[in-house]
């Protein structure tokens, strides 16, 4: 990985400095321990064979198989034979940015924003390429793959449209009673106004007046496009915010579930043990990069 901008700190992975976007192949002989990142990751196993271990449990897997992870999600590969896995990764400020029209888009929407937390899956979502579509995604990957020395201010289009084909590629395989229709234009805006303000004490009556419907019918709107009621999904948001600071500062505990809007420590654990099935203690601990760093004091 010397020619990757890909680094590893500890049990954390992370990009160096400005780069966006990134894909290339690892053969994992036996195991690849257990770690997590701090980007969003498509791993796409083109040879072999192994288990697949993240807090959505284990799972064989394959040629074909992708599994899905949004920054923060812990995993490993055990049980490997000469398993090869073709990665992609792409920072979750691109998302936020030039891919945040995907929301809207019911197949990306369900691919990276709300189907990774339906159905219990704990920030993971595992689909499968058959042979045409395995083939052409490895395609858009190699061409990815051939930019990584670009400037991404130089072919920043290039980069992100290919990038855009294999998030394309791969949505394009969930199973379609998985999905819902067009997303509903209040589920859209509920979900950026509990980002934009994560710490504030948000009450599912205080949302539904903001955007002028009846409580319940929120919730219907909101559990058809997501899977979740409302309040779930800003639990799931607060807890990958935290997550990341837990894992990029030394911030107190309490001060980290504060900022994410649960100033009640004891609330915070219970939320995030939920979610990622470590205390929030024991996952700084294992994965803060600067923990593992030598100037990290």
């Known amino acids: ?68 992870l949004r920054p923060g999600v812990w995993h490993e590969y055990v049980d490997c034979r000469d ?41 993971m979502l595992m689909t499968h390429l058959d042979e045409d ?9 190699d061409r990815i793959r051939e930019l990584r020395n670009e400037s991404l201010s130089r072919r920043r289009g290039d980069i992100v449209g290919w990038l855009s084909l294999y998030l394309s590629c791969v949505a394009r395989t969930i199973e379609r009673d998985e999905l819902g229709g067009q997303t509903h234009p209040a589920v859209l805006d509920a979900m950026r106004m509990m980002e934009a303000d994560p710490a504030r004490q948000w009450t599912l009556t205080e949302l539904a007046q903001a955007l002028h419907l009846a409580p319940g019918y929120l919730v219907r ?10 309040m779930a999904y800003l639990s799931r948001h607060r ?11 030394d911030l107190p505990i309490a001060r980290i579930g504060e900022s994410v809007g649960w100033p009640d420590q004891n609330y915070f654990a219970r939320r995030f043990k939920s979610h990622f099935g470590l205390s929030a203690s024991t996952y700084r601990q294992r994965f803060n990069q600067r923990k593992h760093s030598p100037s990290g004091r």
């Not at 709107?221 to 409302?230: E, Q, R, Y």
């Not at 807890?239 to 500062?249: G, I, P, R, S, W």
Request: negative net charge; hydrophobic residues 40%.
């Open 1 to 68: 990985m010397a020619d990757e901008p890909v680094r590893t700190i500890g049990t954390l992975l992370h990009f160096i400095e400005g780069t966006q976007v990134h894909a290339g192949p690892h053969l994992h002989t036996r195991f690849h321990p257990l770690h997590t990142h701090s980007f969003f990751e498509l791993a796409l196993v083109i040879g072999g064979e192994g288990v697949h271990h993240s807090q959505a449990g284990r799972q064989r897997v394959e040629v074909g198989d992708v599994m899905v």
């Open 83 to 123: 398993l090869e896995v073709y990665n992609c990764c792409f920072s979750a400020d691109l998302v936020q940015r030039e891919l945040a029209w995907t929301r809207e888009d019911p197949l990306l929407g369900y691919l990276l924003w709300t189907g990774p937390f339906s159905a219990q899956r704990r920030g």
């Open 133 to 141: 579509a395995l083939k052409q995604g490895i395609g858009y990957l």
């Open 221 to 230: 709107l909101f559990k058809s496009a997501t899977g979740t009621p409302p």
């Open 239 to 249: 807890v990958e915010l935290a997550a990341e600071q837990l894992l990029h500062t």
